[in-house]
């Protein structure tokens, strides 16, 4: 069954930091560049870091210098050390392929409040 399953997530104050863990199955999980995304109430989901499969990673602006993202090819996982953690970071959190490749799992909630 290729699936994607989330976890992590959790309550934090600000400046907090999080750990984010998203384990594949069914896929060849090596070949894929794969993506953290997020989505809050009433706003579109956004690619948020991304491990493309040679290595390199990119961060959207508003996550760069505090996340970083990072994968174990073996165990078929993909992590988000997420750091220096700010309100505006407040999201389910989701993992999936940078195309979308993957039904949708039911992500992690983060939410970062005082």
């Known amino acids: 069954q290729v699936q994607v399953v989330e976890s992590g997530g959790g309550s934090v104050q600000p400046g907090g930091s999080l750990r984010l863990s998203c384990e594949a199955s069914?896929?060849?999980?090596?070949?894929?560049?794969m993506g953290w995304f997020r989505q809050s109430p009433g706003k579109q989901r956004e690619l948020v870091a991304t491990?493309?499969?040679?290595?390199?990673?990119k961060y959207a602006d508003s996550v760069k210098g505090r996340f970083t993202i990072s994968r174990d090819n073996a165990k078929k996982t993909v992590y988000l050390q997420m750091n220096s953690l700010k309100p505006e970071d407040t999201a389910v959190y989701f993992c999936?392929?940078?195309?979308?490749?993957?039904?949708w799992g039911q992500g992690t909630q983060v939410t970062v409040s005082s």
């Open positions: 999936n392929t940078i195309s979308g490749a993957i039904p």
């Open positions: 069914g896929i060849n999980f090596e070949i894929y560049s």
């Open positions: 491990s493309y499969r040679p290595g390199n990673t």
